[in-house]
């Protein structure tokens, strides 16, 4: 029997109501993969040194409390380990500036969070057909 591995995706974001959605959206479109939530960067990366999992791919809010967005995809653009992880940025920016240096520091894709739940649907299908798709835990 062949047993398809299960993706992993760590998710900061410092909004309840974004992760309540985006959990509704994954569990509707892609109930397979094992969401990880946290509130900031910086639990993100303390959660990321915890783990023995790779994330398949990593979303990050630009704005939350202690570690931004942008410092933690510095972060993890430094490690080794997350080099070539996945990281897509999920923001509530519109601002060319913010989309310029996110893709400078090396995300792979910079999102305008949408305004109702049809649209992050679209989205979670997005990060199914680009990053994972042929994920491997």
């Known amino acids: 029997m062949n047993v398809l591995p299960v993706p992993y995706v760590f998710i900061a974001d410092d909004d309840d109501d ?22 900031d960067g910086q639990d993100l990366l303390d959660q990321l040194a915890e783990t023995e999992h790779t994330p398949a791919l990593i979303v990050l809010d630009l704005n939350m409390p202690r570690l931004n967005g942008f410092e933690v995809l510095d972060s993890l653009r430094k490690d080794s380990r997350y080099v070539n992880t996945p990281v897509v940025m999920l923001t509530t920016s519109t601002n060319v500036d913010d989309r310029d240096l996110a893709f400078q520091l ?32």
């Open 18 to 39: 974004d992760r309540f959605l985006l959990q509704i959206s994954f569990s509707l479109h892609y109930p397979h993969c094992r969401l990880h939530f946290v509130n």
């Open 106 to 137: 090396g995300a792979r894709d910079f999102i305008t969070k949408p305004l109702n739940l049809s649209q992050l649907e679209q989205i979670v299908g997005r990060f199914q057909k680009y990053w994972l798709q042929n994920a491997e835990s």
